[in-house]
């Protein structure tokens, strides 16, 4: 388990479709990931043999190329809310409208159960 705030100041955050989770990358060169009603959890480190200046600047570059739905997403939905959706014909997208769990928006952001991979 951990807790976000001894990793410093976070830089960006991000819901990353590879690992189905949010992603917080922090001033101290470690990123996290969390998972819905998870705690944080370390991801990565930065490589010892690269500058933090070299890894904040190439971790900025790769957020800023990312759609904008993925940078928006600042929380998770809870598993309650993961489950009624499965058991229902519709589902959130991350970026809030109403559509089929299977379905995407008329943003082009997926529906939480697509995102997570559950679906």
């Known amino acids: 388990m951990e807790k976000i705030s001894i990793h410093g100041k976070e830089i960006a955050r991000y ?6 989770g949010l992603i917080s990358i922090r001033a101290n060169g470690v990123t996290l990931i969390q998972y819905p009603d998870t705690d944080w959890e370390v991801l990565s480190y930065k490589r010892e043999d690269a500058s933090l200046e070299n890894w904040t600047k190439g971790k900025l570059e790769f957020v ?40 995407v928006g008329s943003d082009g952001a997926p529906s939480w159960l697509l995102a997570l991979g559950l679906m």
């Not at 819901?15 to 189905?20: A, H, I, L, N, Q």
């Open 15 to 20: 819901f990353s479709t590879k690992y189905c």
């Open 64 to 103: 800023a190329e990312l759609p904008e739905w993925k940078v928006g997403i600042k929380s998770l939905p809870s598993l309650d809310t993961i489950a009624e959706w499965m058991g229902d014909s519709i589902c959130e997208t991350v970026t809030g409208e109403i559509i089929e769990p299977d379905g």
